[in-house]
């Protein structure tokens, strides 16, 4: 099924650009693609084209993780379709727990499931830095010498990156002089892989053996790999910032023959992507122009009305004036276009002119469908849109993707199970806690408990959406996607079973308005998964359903990152009460403060987050010229 991304409006004119000039602030040189399937087919192709070259055993390293599966996926059908053979390739991974664990919670299990056993590769040409001893003797350290042997001079080593810039268990602090060895792993580090451990950081190992920085350097050739927007960060610091030991994978910057290969979302803080004009040419959209003019207020800290045509020069801005209008006329044009995203009325305001809205006033009220892949996101990412859409009067109903049943800690289930006896609806605490007692980890929950988690998360979105005054009876649909239902954190493939459930939804309500979770930059998460199942829904239906004519998308964003006001096609500003209200939706949602089992690594609870998102927001459009709000949630129309 296809991937959608968003469209694009202006930007950096690549053709034709010299290489030297494209990566010109780049320290390892960059190609971006549309996703990070493209990108890892034409890498596939690079290797396959390597090893069918080479003379004798082809050393190839490997890296750990989810970054590489898409890869994986791609050498296995260039294997099945006869195009390359693995017979004479040796295998190196470049870390793994010490001692090591079950394969289910090892951390080359991907590499197992997804690629070594689909191909033919010799197991005995396959090297897992895997020691078992518990106790660290001299054995392991003979070990892990006898390791970095065999994998000194790798033919070629592809490797994702972490999100604090570690690669392999090289964490932060790592020389670049660093051979294959054990490492205690930090607290950080413990807490993000804790997901393959039932969420428990204490069960988390707390060593590992790690492939050095130095035997990663002696590869002839290196890919590094980085897909999604929570890389895009890192991805920078790795790219165009100095090397340092606080962020090991810039030591590769050293290497001769090295290339980061990274989607659009990950590339996006790059400067050829924050600011281009600085690059090369450029396409000057309206919206692009929008781009570069915020750009160029934060730089210099004015509003926009007070830009000078000084500052465009020095700061690389002379293209546009040159291109387009003087710089006074620009900056009226962006401020009232950046004026006009703003509308406290996001169904459409009735009997108002609409000519520089952004929503029509016409029909009112609207039928709206708000889709949240997990039963707490709605509120979240747009609880005060949520407000206003139902106390304007329009027909808003509320669609959980997913049960969201995986994220309830398993005290919570107790806590549940021991007020209900306490209002006398019997004691089968004991039960749920012997279900509880049979986990295995590394494998699905039971039923019996998935379900019970999920009527919780039920039961709180329900009361979070009542506190607005939506009829959760009617109007409120969980829709329990089949591809979550796993039971574990590794999620199914999405089918046409979860696609034909959201167009029975569309077909019963036909919306004038479908809300989504923008979070298409996520190559792997739930989010992106949901939202691409309801476009594909949609454009399974059309030219078959009259009521899409007059229907637009939003897209909203997560707790965790906002959208670019280059991008913005709506501002809904909230009051102080607006934004009260929205922090006590959230608050029904007990299941997930504080215990969430995966919460990430920010500390803040997701009404904490969501305000300060909000607020910023609001803050920007405030130093920007603009009218001061409480807070503002932002919207991009994609149709």
């Known amino acids: 099924m296809k991937k959608f991304s968003l469209p694009k409006d202006g ?66 059908k260039r294997y099945e379709e006869g195009k390359v053979s693995f017979a004479n390739v040796e295998v190196f991974s470049i870390d793994e727990y010490y001692p090591a664990p079950a394969k289910s919670q090892s951390r080359n299990r991907r590499l197992y499931s997804e690629f070594l056993e689909k191909v033919d590769v010799d197991m005995a040409n396959v090297h897992i830095p ?12 003979e070990y892990c010498a006898e390791f970095d042997r065999k994998a000194t001079g790798l033919d070629f080593l592809v490797m994702g990156i972490g999100s604090h810039g570690e690669v392999g268990f090289n964490e932060e602090g790592a020389s670049e002089k660093s051979r294959t060895r054990t490492v205690l792993l930090s607290y950080t580090s413990r807490k993000r892989q804790a997901k393959n451990f039932g969420g428990n950081v204490d069960e988390t190992p707390r060593t590992a053996i790690a492939m050095g920085i130095s035997t ?5 050739k290196i890919a590094l790999i980085g897909w999604g927007e929570d890389k895009a960060q890192i991805v920078k610091r790795i790219v165009e910032d100095e090397a340092n030991a606080q962020c090991p994978a810039s030591w590769l910057q050293k290497h001769e023959d090295i290339t980061f290969y990274a989607d659009e979302n990950s590339a996006s803080m790059l400067t050829r992507n924050v600011a281009p004009w600085l ?12 781009k570069a003019v915020v750009w160029l207020c934060e730089k210099v800290d004015k509003p926009i009305l007070k830009l000078t045509q000084g500052d465009y020069l020095a700061n690389g801005l002379g293209e546009l004036l040159e291109q387009k209008d003087s710089y006074d006329q620009i900056n009226i044009k962006v401020f009232n276009d950046l ?3 703003i509308s406290g009325w996001p169904g459409g305001k009735p009997n108002a002119d609409d000519s520089t809205r952004p929503v029509a006033s016409t029909p009112f009220p609207k039928k709206v469908i708000i889709f949240s892949p997990h039963p707490d996101d709605d509120v979240i990412s747009m609880g005060g849109t949520f407000i206003r859409l139902v106390e304007q009067g ?45 986990k295995k980890p590394g494998q699905p929950e039971p039923r019996a408990l998935l379900n019970l988690k999920g009527a919780i998360r039920r039961a709180e979105a329900k009361s979070a959406v009542r506190s607005f005054g939506l009829n959760d009876k009617t109007n409120c649909h969980f829709l329990n996607l089949p591809f979550y239902e796993t039971g574990g954190i590794k999620k199914g493939e999405r089918t046409q079973k979860d696609i034909d459930i959201i167009i029975e939804l569309l077909e019963q309500v036909k919306p004038h308005q479908i809300y989504l979770a923008g979070d298409l930059a996520d190559p792997h998460g739930t989010h992106r998964v949901c939202t691409e ?33 280059g991008k913005v096609d709506m501002a809904v500003p909230l009051s102080p009460d607006e934004v009260i209200k929205k922090r006590h939706a959230i608050y029904r949602h007990l299941s997930q403060k504080d215990i ?13 987050r969501a305000e300060e998102r909000t607020q910023n927001t609001a803050n920007l459009y405030d130093k920007l010229g603009m009218a001061e709000y409480q807070a503002i949630e932002v919207f991009v129309k994609l149709f």
């Open 216 to 220: 990663m350097l002696s590869a002839k």
């Open 533 to 565: 199942a309801v476009l594909e829904a949609i454009n399974q239906l059309k030219g078959k359903a009259e009521w899409l004519e007059s229907c637009h998308v939003w897209l909203y964003r997560g707790a965790w990152m906002e959208w670019e006001l």
């Open 130 to 141: 895997s020691f078992e001893n518990v106790v660290e003797t001299t054995a392991v350290t």
């Open 596 to 608: 969430v089992p995966f919460p990430g690594e920010d500390p803040r609870e997701f009404w904490q």
């Open 11 to 76: 930007g950096l004119i690549e053709a034709g650009l010299p290489s030297g000039i494209l990566h010109s602030y780049e320290r390892i040189p960059t190609n971006i693609y549309e996703d990070e399937e493209i990108a890892s087919a034409e890498l596939a192709d690079e290797i396959v084209s390597l090893i069918n070259s080479s003379e004798g055993i082809f050393k190839l390293g490997l890296s750990t993780g989810s970054s590489p599966v898409a890869l994986y996926q791609e050498l296995v």
């Open 394 to 438: 329009h027909d808003v109903h509320v669609a959980y993707e997913t049960s969201g049943n995986v994220a309830v800690h398993d005290d919570v289930v107790l806590q549940h199970m021991d007020a209900a006896n306490e209002l006398g609806f019997g004691d089968r605490f004991d039960e749920v806690k012997e279900i509880i007692a049979s």
């Open 279 to 290: 690059v090369g040419p450029c396409e000057w959209t309206p919206k692009f122009i929008r």
């Open 339 to 341: 004026q006009h995203t």
